[in-house]
């Protein structure tokens, strides 16, 4: 029997950079808790459930692209306090570890969240530090 695979990518959208609602916050949380349980369920039925959690990712034209235009001693400040890997991620990165996932390489990977964010840290900007 052939394994389907299912894959629920949570892409994270930022309306600000430094504000994010509780309530998207909280759809994303119940997304990575209920994978688990999704899994357990359909497991039987040979579908595997996981989730692909993006970090901050760098696209022309994205929120982040916009921000590193306009602000870019914030923006070189906060890559280089917040993200230990010295940069921001690329949609492609996200797109190699979703395709993975739904490959047959994965299979035995089930009913977990994949952070793919470089070990952001979270950092605050400049003009917010409290030294």
Same mark, same amino acid.
Request: hydrophobic share 40%; net charge neutral; glycine share 8%.
């Given at each position: 029997?052939?394994?389907?695979?299912?894959?629920?990518?949570?892409?994270?959208?930022?309306?600000n950079l430094w504000r994010e609602s509780c309530f998207?916050?909280?759809?994303?949380?119940?997304?990575? +808790?209920?994978?688990? *349980?999704?899994?357990?369920?359909?497991?039987?039925?040979? &579908?595997? @459930?996981?989730?692909? =959690? $993006?970090?901050?990712?760098?696209?022309?034209?994205?929120?982040?692209?916009?921000?590193?235009?306009?602000?870019?001693?914030?923006?070189?400040?906060?890559?280089?306090?917040? +993200?230990?890997?010295? *940069?921001?991620?690329?949609?492609?990165?996200?797109?190699? &570890?979703? @395709?993975?996932?739904? =490959? $047959?390489?994965?299979?035995?990977?089930?009913?977990?969240?994949?952070?793919?964010?470089?070990?952001?840290?979270?950092?605050?900007?400049?003009?917010?530090?409290?030294?």
């Open positions: 029997m052939t394994l389907h695979r299912l894959c629920f990518p949570q892409a994270i959208r930022r309306r998207h916050n909280l759809n994303g949380y119940a997304l990575i +808790f209920d994978t688990e *349980r999704w899994a357990l369920e359909f497991i039987p039925h040979g &579908v595997r @459930v996981n989730t692909v =959690s $993006p970090g901050s990712i760098l696209v022309d034209g994205n929120g982040w692209d916009r921000y590193r235009i306009a602000n870019p001693d914030y923006f070189d400040d906060y890559v280089r306090h917040g +993200f230990p890997m010295g *940069r921001l991620g690329t949609a492609e990165e996200v797109a190699d &570890v979703i @395709v993975f996932l739904a =490959s $047959p390489r994965a299979h035995w990977i089930n009913g977990r969240n994949i952070a793919v964010d470089g070990l952001e840290q979270p950092h605050a900007p400049l003009d917010r530090r409290p030294f």
